[in-house]
Each structure stands twice: as C-alpha cells, then as structure tokens.
C-alpha cells in the first residue's frame, strides 16, 4: 500500500505549541487579503480548519452550559410606576412572563444581534424563582410575590431564545426573543460592532478577541463599525484600539456553529470628560430594541 503524504505550506499563528492566532491580516469580515504592503500578492493569513465552527455538524445544544444571556441582575417594581402596560394590567395572572416592548410587556418580540433587552416576571408568591431558556437553567433566586426586572439580557447569537420560569412548583408562560443579524455579518462565528457615544459606527479599529488559554484574534472594522472573526468555541474579552480613542470593553461567548454576537464596543475621544469616567459595557446599547 502506497501512503501518499502532502504538506502545504501554513503562515498563521496559533499552530503547533503556540496558542495564539493573529488574524491582523484579515478584513473586518475575516476574509484573507493580499498583503499589497509586502509586495508578493498573497494572503499573509490562513484560517486553519479546527477553528472553522462550520466544518462538520453544529455542536450547539439548547441545554448545554454556556450559551445564554449572562450577568442578569433582578430587582423588585411594578411596571405600572414606569409607565409600562402588561395584559390583565398590574394585578394580572401569577406566574406570567414578559420582554418589554417599548411601553408595552408582551409575550414575544425581535431583537438585533448585540442589543440589550429586558425581561419582566409576576411572581405569584414566596419561593426560589429559576429562570430557563430552552432547558437550561440561567438564573436564580429567592422571590416574595410582585413584580420583578430582569436586566443583562441582549442578543448574543443569531436565533431564538425560550425562556420560562418555575416557582413553588409551577412554571410560567413561554417568552420567544428572536435574534435577527440585522446590519452584522454573519459569515463567522464571532460578530460585533464598535461605535461612538451617539450610535455611529467607528471604522478602522483594531479589535482584539482574547481567551484565557492565551488565544488572541484580531481584526479591523470595517464601514459601519462591524467585524467579524472566526474563533474557537469559549469565552472571550473583546477589546478595541484606535489612536484618539479609549474604549469599553466586553465578553462575548463563541459557541460552535452559531453566529455569536458581543455587545458593541463604546469608544470615547481621548482627553473628553467621559473618557475619564468609567465606560460600563451594559450601557453600550439601549435597552428597549424589541419589534
């Protein structure tokens, strides 16, 4: 039997006992490009095929860990005292679930990638209220009856969130967020944008994707402030760099065969007054964007 070996020539980083994975020579939608500045044509970066999340089936699971809306924060008040209508009103059934939708609570609603969105909760008495989305369980704690905000969410990937509740023993509505790409790339695992105080996109940033195996991804935005780059599955802090700016900075989870989304990236002119405050990532965008 005659073995036949081929061996292709690789450029990228990250191979071998290095875990670091540059991707500086790509555009701001990870595709390779020539490198003009080096004067021979070629692409100076290439994907290598473990990091590609399409290749073979999607290893997504609705109730595995990890793949959820994270840092959710509860606090006690009725939606009436912020001018928010919910159907049957303030006293209406026990148990019920909400996403907010502008003034109104409803039953479902659509979010785009990154955007932040709340979720409202009547508990119908005392107990240890969970929170699911699909099966797994996401958050939890100790409830008296009333109504209750549930902030932190936003649209981290591409498709659908269930969530539901089970409180002394009796679950909840069903609460549908659908997750659209709206203006984001989808063509990679991992999508942002980075943006200014007033909403607009900033191009030309260097954005730097870090886990904590020490793997490192990097790209540039492109027009509208969006990136995208291939990434292994994890965790990442997502950080931002342009000459003038200081920047927030976010976490974003990367999930095997999803689009995965961070919240966008608030960068700031240097030497401003709001420079010098501290930039949380959660008010990086608003927080009502149901449809």
Aim: net charge negative; hydrophobic share 35%; glycine share 14%.
């Amino acid at each position: 039997m005659l073995l036949l070996l081929i061996v292709v020539p690789c450029s990228s980083q990250g191979m071998g006992s290095s875990k670091a994975y540059d991707q500086r020579g790509y555009d701001y939608m990870g595709s390779p490009v020539s490198s003009a500045e080096s004067g021979n044509g070629q692409v100076s970066v290439a994907v290598p095929g473990y990091l590609n999340p399409y290749t073979g089936a999607a290893g997504w699971d609705a109730s595995a860990p990890g793949l959820s809306s994270s840092s959710l924060q509860m606090e006690q008040i009725d939606p009436a005292s912020l001018g928010l209508s919910a159907p049957g009103g303030s006293s209406g059934p026990a148990n019920q679930l909400y996403v907010q939708s502008g003034s109104n609570l409803a039953a479902s609603g659509t979010v785009s990638l990154g955007d932040s969105y709340v979720l409202w909760a009547r508990a119908g008495g005392r107990g240890n209220f969970v929170l699911y989305d699909y099966s797994r369980e996401i958050f939890s704690s100790s409830v008296t009856a009333g109504w209750y905000r549930i902030q932190g969410a936003y649209g981290d990937f591409a498709g659908q969130h269930l969530y539901r509740f089970f409180l002394g023993g009796q679950a909840s509505n069903n609460v549908t967020v659908m997750v659209s790409s709206a203006g984001y790339p989808t063509s990679y695992s991992l999508t942002g944008r980075v943006q200014d105080a007033t909403g607009e996109g900033l191009a030309g940033v260097t954005v730097t994707a870090t886990n904590s195996d020490g793997g490192r991804f990097s790209t540039v935005t492109g027009e509208g402030g969006y990136y995208a780059i291939d990434v292994a599955s994890g965790v990442y802090v997502i950080s931002a760099r342009l000459e003038g700016y200081v920047f927030t900075q976010t976490t974003a989870q990367a999930v095997a065969g999803m689009v995965s989304a961070a919240r966008p990236i608030v960068g700031t002119p240097s030497g401003s007054r709001a420079a010098s405050a501290y930039l949380s990532p959660f008010a990086a965008s608003p927080e009502m964007q149901i449809k």
